[in-house]
């Protein structure tokens, strides 16, 4: 009876300390930096914020105010969210539409706001109230379109996952400044980036074909250097490293 208690503390013994390492495991993981869905290491595509009227970062808008700007880029953000929300449910652990839609209902009346400031600029530019709803839906519809992708759409959907759920727990009334320090990384994920942390091979690598003409080859089949110079085939073994 005694070996069979001092048994059980022997198994106590070993599963607690499987418990207690598999704690301290825990706890180093979470320590660790969180990386991506689709990449050891992804590309940070983060830089400076903006203030709307840089090129590459949204329409232009001639006589545009501040205010303006600031409301059409956050626009152009809810338009990203928006387009991830569609585009990026093939990885749900992503949680593009649950954050997509904590946006619409937590930041309602920013996004209500910078609607109602692009109508009236829209309306202001415009010598008709036709002609300024007509450039108020183009707006509309060219900032959807300048955020779909197809060959960086693993960046782009992270990326938005990532700025989505900063959008969530930013204060209301602060979804504005969010989008003029985000809108340009939001950018730079459009354009395609591969694995960081381990270089691919390159499949881009260009190949060439040698002269086919019968001037350049004897009757036994073998290329005459005198007549064609140095044969190019095959093509150099050596492949260089990229990460896009």
Request: aromatic share 10%.
């Amino acid at each position: 009876m005694f070996r069979e208690f001092s048994g059980e503390v022997s198994v106590s013994r070993r599963v607690g300390r499987h418990l207690l390492a598999g704690a301290a495991g825990a706890v180093l993981f979470a320590s660790l930096p969180a990386e991506a869905q689709f990449f050891m290491k992804s590309k940070d595509f983060s830089d400076v914020a903006v203030t709307g009227s840089e090129a590459g970062v949204g329409q232009v808008l001639p006589g545009a105010t501040p205010e303006e700007l600031r409301a059409a880029l956050t626009w152009n953000l809810r338009a990203a969210l928006n387009v991830a929300a569609l585009q990026c449910q093939f990885e749900p652990t992503l949680g593009v539409v649950a954050n997509y839609n904590a946006i619409l209902t937590d930041h309602k009346a920013e996004l209500k706001q910078s609607f109602d400031t692009l109508s009236n600029y829209f309306k202001r530019s415009n010598t008709t109230v036709k002609a300024g709803q007509t450039a108020l839906d183009q707006f509309g519809t060219r900032a959807y379109s300048t955020y779909a992708t197809v060959s960086a759409q693993y960046n782009f959907c992270q990326t938005a996952n990532e700025i989505g759920r900063d959008a969530v727990f930013t204060p209301r009334g602060g979804l504005g400044g969010l989008a003029l320090a985000r809108t340009k990384e939001l950018r730079n994920s459009l354009v395609p980036w591969g694995e960081q942390r381990f270089p691919r091979f390159d499949s881009t690598m260009s190949t060439s074909l040698p002269r086919l003409d019968a001037i350049c080859w004897s009757k036994k089949g073998e290329w005459v250097t005198k007549k064609c110079g140095p044969i190019n085939f095959p093509p150099a073994t050596g492949t260089s490293y990229a990460q896009r």
